[in-house]
C-alpha cells in the first residue's frame, strides 16, 4: 500500500512541475464573462418577412386543435410604425386572429410598401410553449395571409382578392439556464 500511495504523490509531483516548466501557451481564449441566468425563449411560430403594399390587409390567426386552451402572443411588426402585440388565450376548437395592418390604396411613398414581420409566441401549456416541432403535441395551427381590398377608410371590404396565404415555421423551445454559484471563502 504504501508504494502505490508514493507511486502516486511522484505522479502528481511530476505533472505538476512539466506543467510549470512548460508554461501556459499564449493562444488561450481570452476570459469572458457568462450568462448564469440565461431565461428561457418560448417557441414560436415565425412567418418569413414580407412586404405590406398599397391596398392590402393583413390576417394573421390560429387554430386550437388542442384538447386544452392555448396561451399564445400575436405579434406584427413593422420598421418605423412599430409592433402591435396582441396576447390571448384561445380554446380547444377556435380560431383567434391578431392583431392586424392594412395599407391605405394611394397612400403616400412612405406608407405604400411596409416590410413585415409576424410571430406567434406559444406561451402556455408546456406542450406549446416547449414545443420542438410544428404541429406536434402543441396542435396549434397558423397561417398570415395578405389581401388587397382595403377601402379608403382602412376597413378590409369583405372579399379577399390576390390573396397570399403564408405559413409558419417552428423556432424550438430554447430552455434557461441556471448555473448555481458556490462562493469561496478564505
Do not use: W
Request: proline share 9%.
Amino acid at each position: 500500500m504504501h508504494r502505490a500511495g508514493a507511486f502516486a504523490t511522484r505522479t502528481v509531483r511530476t505533472a505538476i512541475a512539466a506543467a510549470c516548466v512548460l508554461g501556459l501557451p499564449a493562444s488561450l481564449p481570452e476570459a469572458c464573462a457568462a450568462d448564469f441566468f440565461q431565461q428561457a425563449i418560448n417557441a414560436t411560430l415565425a412567418f418569413s418577412p414580407t412586404n405590406l403594399g398599397d391596398g392590402q390587409y393583413t390576417n394573421l390567426c390560429a387554430l386550437n386543435m388542442n384538447k386544452a386552451p392555448v396561451t399564445v402572443n400575436f405579434v406584427l411588426q413593422t420598421p418605423g410604425l412599430g409592433t402591435a402585440p396582441l396576447q390571448t388565450t384561445i380554446q380547444p376548437g377556435q380560431l383567434a386572429c391578431g392583431p392586424q395592418f392594412s395599407v391605405l390604396r394611394n397612400a403616400n411613398a412612405q406608407l405604400s410598401d411596409l416590410q413585415l414581420r409576424a410571430t406567434i409566441e406559444l406561451m402556455s401549456p408546456d406542450d406549446c410553449s416547449q414545443a420542438t416541432e410544428y404541429p406536434g403535441k402543441c396542435r396549434l395551427i397558423a397561417s398570415l395571409e395578405i389581401a388587397g381590398d382595403v377601402t379608403g377608410e382602412f376597413q378590409f371590404s369583405g372579399t379577399f382578392t390576390d390573396r397570399i396565404h403564408l405559413e409558419p415555421v417552428l423556432l424550438p423551445f430554447v430552455p434557461g439556464r441556471r448555473i448555481p454559484i458556490t462562493p469561496v471563502v478564505p
